[in-house]
C-alpha cells in the first residue's frame, strides 16, 4: 500500500480593505502616479519565497537596535524606548521576525541625501536600527523622539512625528511595512497618509505612552504592538508607498 506524502501549504495574503488604505488616496497625492493601474492579480507564494535567507539574531549587531549608542557622542532630543510585540491574527506571538525602523532625527531630518528640510543633521544620529523578536514575539529600540517636518504635498503641509517599521518573516519576499505614531499629535487632522487608512483602524497605527517602562531620568516609553492580520491587525503599506526617500 502506497500513502501520498502531504502536500505543503504555502500561504497567501489578501488585502484587508477594513484596515489597509485605498491604493489610490487623492489626498496623499503621490499614490496617484504610482498606484496600479489595472486590477491587482493574487499570486500564489512558490516555495523559494517562502524560504531563506535566514534573517537570524547572527546577522545583528550589538547595538544596533539602540540609535543613541551607535556613534561617540549623543544624539540631541528626547530619549525614548520603542517597545513592543508581534503578534498573528489569534494573538500568538511571533518570534525570530526581522524588525527593522528608520526615522527623521529630532529636528525632522532624515540623513539623506534627497532631504531638502533646512533643519541640522545630526552627526550622531543615522535614525536606522534592527532587531529580532524574542520567543515571546517582543523587540525594543532605544533612540530619539523624531521631529515633524515639511513636505509640499499640500499647502502647509507637515508629517506628524512618526516612526517607520520594517517586518521580515524568514525571506525577504515576506516583508511588510507600516509607521508609528505619537499619541494625541496636533498633525493629524491635515496628514493625508494616516488619514487614508479608515478611521477605525487609524488607533492602531499610534503608540501608547508606557510610564512603566520609561526609564527615571533618562528616557520616556512607548509601546506598539503590531498584529499582522484578523480583525486589529496593524495597517500595512503597499510596497513602496512612502513619502520618504
Given amino acids: 500500500m502506497t500513502t501520498t506524502p502531504p502536500r505543503l501549504a504555502l500561504p497567501s495574503y489578501r488585502r484587508d480593505h477594513d484596515s489597509h488604505p485605498p491604493l ?3 489626498e496623499y497625492r503621490s499614490t496617484s502616479l504610482r498606484h496600479p493601474k489595472q486590477p491587482l492579480v493574487l499570486l ?3 516555495l523559494t519565497e517562502v524560504t531563506g535567507p535566514v534573517l ?4 545583528i549587531g550589538e547595538l544596533d537596535h539602540d540609535l543613541t549608542r ?3 557622542g549623543e544624539p540631541i532630543g528626547q530619549r525614548i524606548v520603542v517597545h513592543g510585540r508581534v503578534l498573528d491574527g489569534d494573538g500568538r ?3 525570530d521576525s526581522l524588525v527593522e525602523i528608520w526615522q527623521a532625527n529630532a529636528a525632522g531630518r532624515y540623513r539623506h541625501t534627497g532631504d531638502r528640510w533646512p533643519a541640522p543633521l545630526d552627526p ?3 535614525g536606522v536600527g534592527r532587531t529580532v523578536t524574542d520567543s515571546r514575539g517582543r523587540y525594543e529600540f532605544v533612540t530619539v523622539k523624531p521631529g515633524a517636518y515639511p513636505w509640499r504635498n499640500h499647502d502647509n503641509a507637515w508629517r506628524p512625528a512618526h516612526i517607520h517599521f520594517s517586518l521580515f518573516g524568514r525571506a525577504f519576499t515576506q516583508r511588510l511595512v507600516t509607521q508609528m505614531y505619537f499619541p494625541d499629535d496636533p498633525l493629524f487632522f491635515q496628514d493625508p497618509i494616516y488619514n487614508s487608512v479608515p478611521e ?3 488607533p492602531r497605527m499610534v503608540s501608547r505612552f508606557d510610564l512603566a517602562r520609561t526609564r527615571p531620568e533618562w528616557a520616556l516609553a512607548f509601546e506598539f504592538d503590531i498584529v499582522l492580520r484578523g480583525s486589529a491587525a496593524t495597517p500595512f503599506e503597499e510596497e513602496d508607498e512612502d513619502d520618504e526617500h
Fill in 70 to 72: 551607535q556613534h561617540d
Fill in 44 to 46: 500564489p507564494h512558490l
Fill in 124 to 126: 550622531n544620529f543615522d
Fill in 56 to 59: 537570524g539574531p547572527g546577522r
Fill in 200 to 202: 477605525a483602524a487609524r
Fill in 24 to 26: 489610490d488616496s487623492p
Fill in 93 to 95: 506571538p511571533v518570534p
